[in-house]
């Protein structure tokens, strides 16, 4: 066996008959480095049920001893340079979560298929071209990411009843050129992310999905060019109802009245259709698509000077060095539950998209409590306090063991190895002798990525503007892309509050007696302009610009879905 003198943490986890076991960062990199790969004294840990190696470019396999580890539950081994998994993956029957995102996989073994217990599986962002035959026979998986390969179908056997937990199906930036008919099979289907494929149909069963909630097919080039555009700038509800009544094409959508032929094919018997379309009605509804397009005003430097100028110091460079950050006017979080939709939806944004806060965090303030100008900056943990999110000021050292205690007892608790809110991101901060921060002009920290930011500048309901941030320590395109979903996503939710007249909730009601205002010409005039987003600039300590944001090569994907205005 390894010499244990190296690995503190395996010994320490030997000793004391720990369940879990985080290895991570830089000093994890080097052992594994010099040693040639992960110490199989790891696998000699058999009370483990959770494991994870992460954020270790040296880490390119794991050893066949893994199969020893028969109690594992969870397994992230995410952001390293694997290149296999070994087949005896399929072994470890208790397995429920394998995440293996961020790798160099080509391919999956089919022993994957042999774990009866799995209900979360992660690869994305790997280079896979398909995913293993057999897949139903994880008959628990209710949550699937495959986004950010290279894979052109699912598996024969995927759209089955078998798979009557699946909720979650997430397969953006991919090369699929097919989703089938059987769709509707899969029961339990909330969300479906297909977006960036190579779909031209959709089939008319998608619309049987009882339980669809959440569709996402932007980016795909469809026969039917009326669902293309309301791909790109609708909600769910109104896209399956478009394909349930047939669309406009012969696509793979059955049109109200047919009998259960089947579809309409191509060159069939079936009455046709005139094929020439009046060019007046065909405009009308042209018009009326860009209409409906969400709009969003780029407000440039030059014309807002009250701007928050932010200053990025050298510490970030080796502990999180990457900040893109704007402001955004026009957010209507006061009726009903927009303010708790908007936060959900950054909550999923952190899940998916920045998998889970381990490529970029987001974070956002009330722009009338910061105290500008700004200053991005990286300290040692004893020198950086701040007032967490419902919490009081503390230092970031308290906080952290803290917050380590918590998520202890969460496990004892509710006897399961996964934890909650803040306590699943503590172990991306393992071995930083920095912590990076947002620091505002009286030197109070508003921002703690990737872990929390202030509650001295929390948003509210009556927040009329917003600061946006997102910081990566993976590069600066992560964090436009990021920004650009976000602000994508913001837009689409203003939109539904306004479908939906929510009723406000105010939160000083007014005196007995008294009638409510209506909404004022300036609240109306908003709604109409749409978002507004603020050109914010990031500089140097010498003054050097580092970046614009948004510049007018921002925002990319978002034609279809935004009317911007510059």
Request: proline share 5%; charged share 30%; hydrophobic share 35%.
């Amino acid at each position: 066996m390894d010499d244990l003198e190296d690995w503190p943490e395996i010994e320490n986890a030997l000793k004391e008959k720990r369940r879990e076991l985080v290895l991570q960062g830089a000093s994890v990199e080097e052992r594994i480095a010099a040693g040639g790969g992960l110490t199989k004294a790891v696998y000699s840990l058999k009370l483990l049920n959770y494991l994870e190696v992460a954020q270790c470019p040296s880490l390119t396999e794991i050893h066949e001893d893994i199969k020893y580890l028969t109690n594992l539950q969870s397994l992230f081994l995410c952001r390293n340079k694997l290149g296999s998994i070994p087949k005896v993956i399929g072994s470890i029957q208790s397995l429920k979560v394998l995440d293996v995102s961020v790798n160099n996989l080509t391919v999956l073994p089919d022993e994957i298929t042999q774990l009866p217990n799995l209900n979360t599986l992660n690869v994305s962002c790997n280079s896979l071209v398909c995913l293993p035959e057999g897949l139903s026979k994880c008959s628990k998986l209710y949550h699937l990411n495959i986004s950010k390969n290279n894979i052109t179908s699912f598996p024969s056997d995927f759209y089955s009843d078998r798979l009557d937990l699946l909720s979650t199906v997430i397969a953006y930036d991919n090369a699929i050129e097919e989703l089938s008919g059987d769709v509707s099979k899969l029961a339990a289907i909330k969300n479906l992310d297909l977006s960036n494929n190579k779909l031209c149909e959709l089939p008319f069963s998608l619309s049987d999905c009882a339980k669809l909630k959440d569709v996402n097919f932007k980016g795909n080039k469809f026969k039917d060019k009326r669902l293309e555009k309301m791909v790109n700038g609708c909600q769910t509800k109104s896209i399956l109802d478009y394909i349930r009544a047939g669309g406009r094409g012969k696509g793979k959508g059955k049109p109200a009245g047919e009998d259960a032929g089947g579809d309409v094919a191509e060159g069939g018997d079936k009455k046709k259709r005139p094929q020439k379309k009046n060019k007046k009605k065909q405009g009308e509804e042209e018009q009326e698509e860009e209409l409906a397009k969400m709009v969003v005003r780029i407000l440039h430097l030059s014309d807002s000077p009250t701007a928050p100028a932010i200053t990025v110091t050298a510490n970030v460079k080796d502990v999180r060095p990457y900040l893109v950050c704007c402001v955004v006017k026009g957010m209507n979080l006061k009726p009903g539950n927009a303010l708790k939709r908007f936060l959900m939806a950054q909550t999923k944004l952190h899940d998916e998209l920045c998998v889970r806060r381990t490529t970029a965090t987001i974070a956002t303030h009330d722009l009338q409590l910061l105290k500008s100008p700004l200053v991005y900056d990286a300290r040692p943990p004893p020198d950086l306090k701040i007032t967490p999110l419902g919490r009081k000021e503390v230092g970031s050292v308290e906080l952290m063991k803290t917050l380590q205690q918590e998520a202890s007892d969460q496990r004892k608790q509710k006897k399961r190895q996964n934890v909650s809110g803040l306590h699943k991101y503590l172990q991306l901060l393992d071995g930083k002798e920095l912590y990076p921060c947002l620091v505002d002009a009286e030197g109070h920290v508003i921002s703690f990525p990737p872990i929390t930011n202030s509650d001295k500048t929390k948003i509210s309901q009556t927040t009329k503007e917003l600061f946006l941030e997102v910081t990566s320590s993976t590069s600066l395109q992560t964090c436009k892309d990021v920004m650009d979903a976000l602000i994508v996503k913001m837009a689409e939710l203003n939109k539904l509050t306004a479908e939906r007249n929510e009723e406000t909730d105010a939160e000083t009601p007014a005196p007995p007696g008294t009638e409510t205002p209506s909404q004022t010409a300036e609240q109306q005039q908003e709604e109409e302009e749409g978002l507004v987003i603020q050109q914010v600039r990031t500089v140097d300590q010498e003054g050097n610009l580092k970046v614009v944001y948004p510049s007018k090569t921002d925002l990319p994907n978002a034609d279809e879905t935004l009317k911007i205005i510059w």
